[in-house]
Each structure stands twice: as structure tokens, then as C-alpha cells.
T-cell receptor, first 114, second 112 residues
Framework: DAEITQSPRHKITETGRQVTLACHQT?????MFWYRQDLGHGLRLIHYSYGVHDTNKGEVSDGYSVSRSNTEDLPLTLESAASSQTSVYFC?????????????FGSGTRLTVV | GEDVEQSLFLSVREGDSSVINCTYT??????LYWYKQEPGAGLQLLTY?????DMKQDQRLTVLLNKKDKHLSLRIADTQTGDSAIYFCAGTNSGGYQKVTFGTGTKLQVIP
């Protein structure tokens, strides 16, 4: 069965370290998204990609970067982790069949920056 | 950009109906969605409604859309303990249908 997987599920890192969160999907979806979830803010879009070599900034992109070298993967990198980046991160994907299919989400990565 | 607002918390008794409300600002939202997030999991698409519809029913779920007031609601009939979760309203925006803005989420607690 097709799926979207995120790793690791939990991560503790120190302030200033570079961290990469992985997202891998086998749906063959063109569109991939990274969100962060914080209490009172819901889900906020960090970066998104509509295909290989395409990346775009979302509303909270400062301090984060992504690259898309193939269809399956969109890793999210925190260049120098800050305590404000402690959050739960979700990856999602969608295809181009139409908006009625919505997004497929991964199970999330809980990141703690100490 | 689009703003999507929801109340944070709702508590209902098992067997009662739940109504979760959402307001949005982008009048160009053509698709509006409801997602469910169970503890420790990602979001799952529950249902959607197209902007030219007023109502959509899917088993125990009824979605009502008031486009004039930019108000969306999700009614869950005969609410069960398994319905306890966080419910997110979301809508497409002027950035195209691939990009969706999510609300703040409403935590539904079902009391046995």
C-alpha cells in the first residue's frame, strides 16, 4: 500500500545544531508540503513543492529549508535550531487529480530544541 | 492571506450531536475541507464541500456552508467516544487549489 512516512518520530536536539527531518511518500504525488503544528496556531505552512526541483516558501519559512531531488522525498532542514522551533512537524502530499482528494498526511515528527 | 478561525474546544455527551464551526476570510476559497486528527497521528480527510454547494451529507456527517457569511460547520450526529479528536477546517485559497490554509483546530471531547 502507498504511504507517507516521516522520520524520526521524536527528536531532541540542542540549540544551534542543524537538524533534518525526513519525509518519504510512495503515492507518486507531485505536491508535497511541510507544516508545523502549535497550540493556538493550528497548522502553519513552512515550505512546499509542486514537483522535482521546485520549492516555495510558506508563511513561516525563516530558519528552514527544503530541497526536492526526486518525487518521493522532501526533507526539511533546520539550519540552526532554535527553541522557537520546538513543535510537531507534519509532512503532507497531494496529487493533481483534483482538490476533492485533499492531502495525505504523515504521522508527524515531534521536535524538541533544548 | 487566508485566515481560518475555529473555537478551540467543544465537549458533548455520547449520543448527542456535535457542531463544530469555522469562519474563513478568503472569498475565493473554492474547496473547503474538514480533517480529523486523532492523538499522536496525522490529519485524515473527513469530507469536503465545493463552494457552489450549501450542504453535503455523508453518513453521520453534515457539512453546511454559508458563503455569504464565510461560515462552515460540521455536524456529527450520534457522537461516539471514537469521535474524540481535533477537527480542522481548511480551505483552498487564491494561491491555487494545491495550497490549503488550515484553521486552528477544535478539540472535541466526548463524555460517555
Amino acid at each position: 500500500d502507498a504511504e507517507i512516512t516521516q522520520s524520526p518520530r521524536h527528536k531532541i536536539t540542542e540549540t544551534g545544531r542543524q537538524v533534518t527531518l525526513a519525509c518519504h511518500q510512495t503515492w507518486n504525488h507531485n505536491n508535497m508540503f511541510w507544516y508545523r503544528q502549535d497550540l493556538g496556531h493550528g497548522l502553519r505552512l513552512i515550505h512546499y513543492s509542486y514537483g522535482v526541483h521546485d520549492t516555495n516558501k510558506g508563511e513561516v519559512s525563516d530558519g528552514y529549508s527544503v530541497s526536492r531531488s526526486n518525487t518521493e522525498d522532501l526533507p526539511l532542514t533546520l539550519e540552526s535550531a532554535a527553541s522557537s522551533q520546538t513543535s510537531v512537524y507534519f509532512c503532507a502530499s497531494s496529487d493533481d487529480r483534483g482538490p476533492n482528494y485533499g492531502y495525505t498526511f504523515g504521522s508527524g515528527t515531534r521536535l524538541t530544541v533544548v | 492571506g487566508e485566515d481560518v478561525e475555529q473555537s478551540l474546544f467543544l465537549s458533548v455527551r455520547e449520543g448527542d450531536s456535535s457542531v463544530i464551526n469555522c469562519t474563513y476570510t478568503d472569498s475565493s476559497s473554492t474547496y473547503l475541507y474538514w480533517y480529523k486528527q486523532e492523538p499522536g497521528a496525522g490529519l485524515q480527510l473527513l469530507t469536503y464541500i465545493f463552494s457552489n454547494m450549501d450542504m453535503k451529507q455523508d453518513q453521520r456527517l453534515t457539512v453546511l456552508l454559508n458563503k455569504k457569511d464565510k461560515h462552515l460547520s460540521l455536524r456529527i450526529a450520534d457522537t461516539q467516544t471514537g469521535d474524540s479528536a481535533i477537527y480542522f477546517c481548511a480551505g483552498t485559497n487564491s494561491g491555487g487549489y494545491q495550497k490549503v490554509t488550515f484553521g486552528t483546530g477544535t478539540k472535541l471531547q466526548v463524555i460517555p
